[in-house]
């Protein structure tokens, strides 16, 4: 195991490497918190792909193989079809507006007064979307290192923390574009071949293994829409992702890049469902579904190959986590402690406010480490996360990216309906139940159409200046021109 062992430290110190040069290039606001907009197609794409698949989507997303077969993939196919519907209907519009918070996104839509509720809501989902990715690190350096948990929280955690507060989102950008290449070798080029001809062939695992873990929708039916409305419907408006998109250097990037990397995305969510299904014949009596991951590396792997796989899914979990983090604290900082404060408005120097935004990330990164040893049920935390996500600020957003006729009370009393809804329901039906994402994204949307229809529209100025900012004619945004730096793509 001792090239194994070399592999990850060299990786884990190359991530710190990067945030160090990171820190060089965070200069401004718009630098630390979306890489100055200057990300080219490639360089986006890749950045993309790397926050959304994460450990759920790679662990996980094999664990799914091993219990339902080539149907497992569907819940990171939900995840690819939410990416590419974002970029090829939505991105665009989104890059034009050059804000850096969904809430602001809102606050210029609806006229101001929504920005603190909805920024409450997505602060909590980005936390815990955070706090579950950094649990993931129990997993890996258990396998790697035989570690206690406290101890392998802390020390990825830790690191990750160390580079997205050096550089912000240019530290998260290099690492993620790292993570990327390492992901795609790792688990696509290696992992996948190498597991389906330890188990025998495609002709070896269907001859092993029952019809329906080749059957498309094996999965069910009920489990496959409820991916696609939690994870597809997710893609669409969490700040993670769409503080990625504001990254981009042009419109046309953020809906070409992106939907390189959705198509990718769906590549990986077969990828895994395959690994796992030749896990399956390998192992059939796996303790866990999510064990099956880590078996196979450890067994089937050879030195060298398997610190890279390894690697891979450290990275996954890293892309992840280092995302949820910057978005945590970019919520926190913006759209919370500021609008608190009263100064939402204000504009205070560059440094002040990189020095202000990277202070965030330390505060909530230790806020997440904490809650990380102290959470045992990662499933339901991040059930909790999406549901509250999706259940209150889903229809507010679309509706406003969609409906001119939609109104701040409206959106107010969507959010509040649909999040108390969701909880509600979860409370009474449990946690992991379908019933709350249901009835509360309908109760969101009843509430919605309802008091926007019953209230005065949107004051045609603030209508006119949100048209403009979604035609990319008008901009509040005080950096300098994308030509004075240099553009990697």
């Known amino acids: 195991m001792a090239v194994d062992y070399a592999v990850i430290v060299v990786y884990l110190a190359g ?11 965070a200069k401004s606001k718009s630098d630390f918190l979306v890489a100055g907009r200057r990300l080219g197609p490639w360089m986006y794409s890749g950045t993309m792909a790397a926050i959304v698949l994460g450990g759920a989507s790679t662990i996980g997303g094999v664990g799914l193989g091993y219990k339902y077969g080539l149907s497992g993939a569907w819940m990171v196919f939900a995840i690819g079809l939410g990416l590419l519907a974002l970029s090829i209907f939505f991105s665009a519009r989104i890059a034009r507006l050059k804000v850096y918070t969904v809430s602001e996104m809102l606050d210029l839509r609806y006229g101001g007064k929504a920005g603190i509720l909805t920024g409450v809501v997505m602060w909590a989902y980005t936390l815990m979307l955070a706090v579950t990715s950094t649990i993931a690190y129990a997993t890996i350096f258990d396998v790697l290192f035989d570690m206690n948990r406290t101890v392998a929280i802390i020390l990825g955690g830790s690191i990750v923390v160390a580079y997205s507060a050096l ?16 992901k795609t070798v790792g ?17 070896e695992m269907k001859a092993q293994l029952p019809s329906e873990y080749f059957a498309p929708l094996g999965i069910g039916g009920e489990t496959i829409f409820t991916y696609v409305l939690i994870y597809t419907f997710g893609m669409l408006i969490g700040q993670d992702i769409w503080q990625r ?10 809906s070409y890049g992106g939907t390189v990397a959705g198509t990718y995305c769906l590549v990986y969510a077969l990828a895994g469902a395959v690994i796992g299904t030749a896990a399956r014949v390998l192992y ?23 610190g890279l796989v390894l690697a891979a899914a450290l990275a996954a979990v890293m892309s992840t986590s280092s995302g949820a983090l910057i978005a945590c604290a970019t919520v926190a900082n913006n759209d919370v402690w500021s609008r608190l404060r009263g100064v939402a408005s204000r ?13 965030f990330i330390l505060i909530m990164g230790v806020a997440v480490i904490g809650i990380a040893i102290a959470l045992n049920n990662v499933i339901e935390a991040l059930t909790v996360a999406y549901n509250l996500l999706v259940g209150g600020l889903l229809v507010p957003i679309l509706g406003g990216l969609l409906w001119k006729r939609g109104t701040v009370y409206g959106a107010l009393a ?6 108390v809804a969701v909880i509600g329901l979860m409370a009474s039906y449990g946690i992991l139940a379908n019933e709350p994402i249901y009835y509360g994204l309908l109760s969101s949307l009843a509430a919605y159409l309802i008091v926007s229809l019953a209230t005065r529209p949107t004051d045609p100025a603030i209508l006119a200046n949100w048209r403009e900012r979604l035609a990319g004619r008008s901009t509040e945004d005080d950096e300098a021109p994308a030509e004075s730096v240099s553009v990697p793509s």
């Open 15 to 25: 991530m710190l490497g990067m945030g160090w040069w990171g820190m060089r290039r």
């Open 167 to 182: 550089g912000g989102m240019w530290s998260i950008t290099l690492t993620d574009m790292v993570q990327f290449v390492v």
């Open 187 to 203: 688990v696509l080029l290696l992992l996948l071949p190498i597991a389906v001809v330890k188990a025998g062939g495609f002709a």
């Open 245 to 254: 998109v504001f990254t981009a250097r042009t419109d046309k990037v953020a």
């Open 284 to 306: 059939p009596k796996l303790p866990s579904a999510d064990d099956a991951f880590a078996t196979i590396v450890k067994d089937e792997l050879p030195m060298g190959v398997r």
């Open 347 to 359: 504009r205070g120097d560059d440094h002040d406010e990189v020095r202000g935004n990277r202070v």
């Open 414 to 419: 969507s959010v509040i309906v649909g999040g």
